[in-house]
């Protein structure tokens, strides 16, 4: 099993609290969707022909993409690499580039999944974000998404927005439910170096949300959403039974996959490697019949690492059988003797051969994590 991503890093306008790679240029959108496809025969043996499972349109925005465009990027990744009978095909939308007709569009190419850039449904906090749509475009969005035959619809919200409290968080999850969502992405914000609000916190001009609210905030979410049939998979995020983002777990469980388009990366389970994040360059290089991009080899140590790094964030958690089979009986014994005080204070249990955090675990995991890696 293996997966496929394609980064289109065009926005037209830059959110305060992103860090991902983007443009507002979209002069070259053509060019890039040219450059992906081509990207996609240069690198088709990258994946050693595993079956593709999941495929995941993201940015950037999409969204900005025409139905065309989508075609040639889908058609070309059916070219090149070994598709599934059932993959799961996802693309990232913002609620203002929903037209009549462009969802059942592309609902017609295979795309069965779609999530869309709620954030928030309050347009004061919106603006804040630097968000380009309203609350009301956001109904207007999901409405159109269920009316033109795609059902497994994952909606983002941000929480921890310096000035929310508990109770409007709340009022965006009640919101939210109110349409018949399949999944919830939902993280809590945080200050990205080199972002404009990295700039206002520089300035002393923006106060974080303390630890105690965003600790009342994320067991809110948690218990809500519960309480709504929605299964807690990974720390950020919630699924109806049948629901579980494909694409997202096969990052969690390290399962291979190539990523196409500048900025994106891969991994196949030896190294991993990451393209240019420049569009010009990466259309340059790809024209060229080579992909501008730098490679890490992984070993042992790395990859236990990123196996808990991921793992841990699960309701899966660390199979300990697996750490046996796959890295040595040494790390499996480590982990046993580390998780002892943890189980202890009830920030984690062991289930069989699994070890889970709690939800009380889960609001310190970066502190657990960090004690579990092992030294390189």
């Known amino acids: ?21 983007s443009v507002t240029d979209c002069s070259e959108t053509d060019a890039l969707v040219e450059a992906l496809t081509r990207e996609a025969a240069l690198r088709s043996g990258y994946l050693y022909n595993e079956t ?12 900005l993409l025409s139905v065309a465009q989508a075609e040639r990027i889908l058609a070309a990744v059916w070219k090149n690499f070994s598709i599934g009978n059932d993959p799961e095909i996802t693309v ?27 954030q928030s449904w309050d347009d004061d906090r919106l603006k804040y974000l630097g968000r380009r749509h ?3 475009q956001s109904a207007e969005a999901l409405e159109r998404i269920f009316s033109e035959g795609i059902k497994n619809v994952s909606v983002d919200l941000i929480y921890g927005i310096p000035g929310m409290t508990t109770a409007d968080l709340r009022q965006d999850i009640e919101k939210t439910l109110t349409f018949p969502v399949t999944h919830i992405s939902a993280y809590h914000l945080t200050i990205e170096e080199g972002t404009p609000l990295h700039r206002l916190r ?37 699924a109806l039974e049948g629901f579980i983002s494909r694409h ?91 998780s002892g005080k943890y ?14 955090l709690t939800d009380q675990g ?15």
């Open 362 to 376: 889960r609001m310190i995991s970066d502190n657990i994590i960090a004690e579990l890696l092992m030294e390189l």
């Open 92 to 118: 990232e939308v913002n609620p203002d580039d929903i037209k009549p007709g462009y969802i059942s569009s592309l609902a017609s190419l295979g795309v069965n999944r779609i999530s869309v850039g709620v």
């Open 248 to 338: 997202n777990s096969a990052y969690w469980k390290q399962v291979p996959y190539i990523g196409l388009g500048p900025s994106a990366h891969s991994f196949d389970r030896r190294s991993r490697q990451w393209n240019i994040s420049d569009v010009r360059e990466y259309i340059r290089s790809v024209n060229e019949g080579k992909v501008s991009s730098e490679r890490e080899e992984l070993d042992r140590l790395t990859l236990f690492n990123e196996y808990i790094m991921t793992a841990l964030r699960t309701a899966w958690g660390i199979d300990l059988t697996h750490v046996e089979n796959s890295y040595d009986k040494e790390l499996h014994d480590y982990l046993v003797n580390m």
């Open 52 to 63: 593709v499972d999941t495929v995941y349109l993201g940015g950037g925005t999409p969204s």
């Open 1 to 21: 099993m293996a997966g496929v991503y394609i980064h289109i890093p065009f926005c037209r306008s830059f959110c305060s609290y992103c860090d991902f790679y």
């Open 134 to 136: 309203s609350a009301r």
């Open 202 to 238: 520089e300035k002393g001009k923006l106060t974080e949300t303390d630890e105690e609210t965003s600790n009342s905030m994320f067991m809110l979410l948690i218990s809500l959403l519960r309480e709504r049939g929605f299964i807690h998979y990974e720390i950020s995020n919630f």
């Open 343 to 356: 189980i202890r204070y009830g920030l984690m249990k062991r289930e069989r051969d699994t070890l889970v």
